[in-house]
Protein backbone atom coordinates (compact mmCIF):
# COMPACT_ATOMS: atom_id res chain seq x y z
CA UNK A 1 0.00 0.00 0.00
CA UNK A 2 1.27 3.34 -0.76
CA UNK A 3 0.16 7.03 -0.04
CA UNK A 4 0.25 10.08 -1.06
CA UNK A 5 -1.44 12.76 1.00
CA UNK A 6 -4.70 13.08 2.60
CA UNK A 7 -7.69 15.07 1.28
CA UNK A 8 -10.75 15.87 2.70
CA UNK A 9 -13.23 13.15 2.02
CA UNK A 10 -17.17 13.34 2.27
CA UNK A 11 -19.36 10.09 3.34
CA UNK A 12 -20.72 8.08 0.81
CA UNK A 13 -24.49 8.42 0.37
CA UNK A 14 -25.56 5.15 1.06
CA UNK A 15 -28.94 3.44 1.34
CA UNK A 16 -29.86 0.62 3.70
CA UNK A 17 -31.35 -1.51 1.22
CA UNK A 18 -29.12 -1.12 -1.71
CA UNK A 19 -27.92 -4.14 -2.99
CA UNK A 20 -29.33 -6.29 -0.20
CA UNK A 21 -31.55 -9.59 -1.52
CA UNK A 22 -35.05 -9.74 -0.90
CA UNK A 23 -35.68 -12.21 2.14
CA UNK A 24 -33.05 -9.62 3.79
CA UNK A 25 -35.85 -6.37 2.62
CA UNK A 26 -38.12 -7.95 4.71
CA UNK A 27 -35.63 -8.05 7.41
CA UNK A 28 -35.16 -4.54 7.10
CA UNK A 29 -38.08 -3.35 6.34
CA UNK A 30 -39.29 -4.92 10.13
CA UNK A 31 -37.19 -2.93 11.68
CA UNK A 32 -37.88 0.23 9.78
CA UNK A 33 -41.22 -0.16 11.16
CA UNK A 34 -40.02 -0.11 14.53
CA UNK A 35 -37.84 3.10 14.50
CA UNK A 36 -40.48 5.69 14.09
CA UNK A 37 -42.56 3.41 16.88
CA UNK A 38 -39.64 3.55 19.65
CA UNK A 39 -39.52 7.49 18.85
CA UNK A 40 -43.30 8.34 19.63
CA UNK A 41 -43.52 5.72 22.15
CA UNK A 42 -40.66 7.49 24.33
CA UNK A 43 -38.71 4.65 25.24
CA UNK A 44 -35.56 6.42 24.77
CA UNK A 45 -33.06 7.48 21.57
CA UNK A 46 -32.97 4.98 18.68
CA UNK A 47 -29.35 5.71 18.13
CA UNK A 48 -28.31 4.46 21.42
CA UNK A 49 -29.71 1.12 20.25
CA UNK A 50 -29.66 0.79 16.85
CA UNK A 51 -26.21 -0.98 16.40
CA UNK A 52 -27.53 -3.65 18.46
CA UNK A 53 -30.70 -3.83 16.96
CA UNK A 54 -28.85 -3.73 13.43
CA UNK A 55 -26.70 -6.38 14.60
CA UNK A 56 -29.43 -8.35 15.41
CA UNK A 57 -30.63 -8.62 12.05
CA UNK A 58 -27.43 -8.89 10.59
CA UNK A 59 -26.48 -11.89 12.79
CA UNK A 60 -29.00 -13.94 11.07
CA UNK A 61 -27.17 -13.78 7.81
CA UNK A 62 -23.67 -13.58 8.73
CA UNK A 63 -22.68 -17.35 8.72
CA UNK A 64 -18.93 -16.26 7.87
CA UNK A 65 -16.45 -13.84 8.79
CA UNK A 66 -16.38 -12.82 5.03
CA UNK A 67 -19.94 -11.84 5.52
CA UNK A 68 -19.41 -10.06 8.69
CA UNK A 69 -16.65 -8.10 6.33
CA UNK A 70 -18.69 -7.57 3.65
CA UNK A 71 -20.43 -5.27 1.53
CA UNK A 72 -23.94 -6.25 3.18
CA UNK A 73 -22.56 -5.40 6.48
CA UNK A 74 -21.14 -2.32 5.30
CA UNK A 75 -24.31 -1.19 3.55
CA UNK A 76 -27.00 -1.79 6.53
CA UNK A 77 -24.12 -0.05 9.02
CA UNK A 78 -24.26 2.81 6.19
CA UNK A 79 -27.52 3.48 6.25
CA UNK A 80 -27.83 2.94 10.30
CA UNK A 81 -25.27 5.71 10.35
CA UNK A 82 -27.65 7.50 8.14
CA UNK A 83 -30.21 7.38 9.82
CA UNK A 84 -28.25 8.76 13.00
CA UNK A 85 -26.94 11.69 11.31
CA UNK A 86 -30.39 12.94 10.48
CA UNK A 87 -31.86 12.22 14.00
CA UNK A 88 -28.82 13.97 16.47
CA UNK A 89 -27.25 16.16 14.09
CA UNK A 90 -24.56 17.87 12.96
CA UNK A 91 -22.46 18.20 15.82
CA UNK A 92 -22.34 14.37 15.43
CA UNK A 93 -21.70 14.01 11.91
CA UNK A 94 -18.90 15.88 12.12
CA UNK A 95 -17.54 14.23 15.10
CA UNK A 96 -18.03 10.96 13.20
CA UNK A 97 -16.55 12.81 10.28
CA UNK A 98 -13.51 14.01 12.00
CA UNK A 99 -12.81 10.63 13.59
CA UNK A 100 -12.97 8.49 9.97
CA UNK A 101 -10.73 11.19 9.01
CA UNK A 102 -8.28 10.74 11.65
CA UNK A 103 -8.49 6.63 11.20
CA UNK A 104 -7.69 7.86 7.43
CA UNK A 105 -5.03 10.16 8.01
CA UNK A 106 -2.96 7.49 10.53
CA UNK A 107 -3.83 4.96 7.97
CA UNK A 108 -1.75 7.56 5.23
CA UNK A 109 0.83 8.14 7.25
CA UNK A 110 1.27 4.68 8.07
CA UNK A 111 1.58 4.01 4.14
CA UNK A 112 4.11 7.17 3.74
CA UNK A 113 6.11 5.90 6.45
CA UNK A 114 6.22 1.78 5.18
CA UNK A 115 6.06 2.11 1.58
CA UNK A 116 5.49 -0.88 -0.43
CA UNK A 117 4.68 -3.11 2.83
CA UNK A 118 1.02 -3.96 3.85
CA UNK A 119 -0.45 -2.32 6.60
CA UNK A 120 -3.30 -3.47 8.70
CA UNK A 121 -6.01 -1.32 10.13
CA UNK A 122 -8.14 -2.78 13.02
CA UNK A 123 -11.48 -0.96 13.62
CA UNK A 124 -14.69 -0.77 15.03
CA UNK A 125 -17.19 -2.51 12.68
CA UNK A 126 -18.86 0.82 12.24
CA UNK A 127 -16.44 2.26 11.20
CA UNK A 128 -15.49 0.21 8.26
CA UNK A 129 -17.64 1.82 5.74
CA UNK A 130 -16.41 5.50 5.63
CA UNK A 131 -12.71 4.67 6.25
CA UNK A 132 -12.82 1.92 3.61
CA UNK A 133 -14.53 4.77 0.94
CA UNK A 134 -12.01 7.67 2.09
CA UNK A 135 -8.95 5.21 1.47
CA UNK A 136 -10.60 4.16 -1.78
CA UNK A 137 -10.69 7.61 -3.10
CA UNK A 138 -7.13 7.80 -2.14
CA UNK A 139 -4.07 7.88 -4.95
CA UNK A 140 -1.78 4.95 -4.21
CA UNK A 141 -3.39 2.91 -1.80
CA UNK A 142 -4.71 -0.30 -2.41
CA UNK A 143 -7.48 -2.26 -0.31
CA UNK A 144 -7.76 -5.98 -0.02
CA UNK A 145 -11.04 -6.32 -0.17
CA UNK A 146 -11.44 -8.57 3.28
CA UNK A 147 -14.33 -10.36 1.84
CA UNK A 148 -13.16 -11.59 -0.62
CA UNK A 149 -9.81 -12.27 0.48
CA UNK A 150 -11.75 -13.97 3.82
CA UNK A 151 -13.78 -16.20 1.41
CA UNK A 152 -10.77 -17.88 -0.38
CA UNK A 153 -8.91 -18.81 2.64
Known amino acids: M ?5 GETQRPQLRLDAGV ?15 PQALHSGRGAVPGRSLGEVASILKIVWQTPADVNG ?3 DKALAGKRALEDQLIGPVDMDGDRRWTQNIVNVTLQAAKAHP ?3 I ?4 GIENCHGVRAALRAQNGI ?3 DMEQWLRRQ
Request: charged content about 20%; overall charge positive.
Open 120 to 123: LVLI
Open 116 to 118: GKR
Open 142 to 144: QLV
Open 71 to 73: QRT
Open 21 to 35: GSQDNHLVSQHERSI
Open 2 to 6: HAQGA
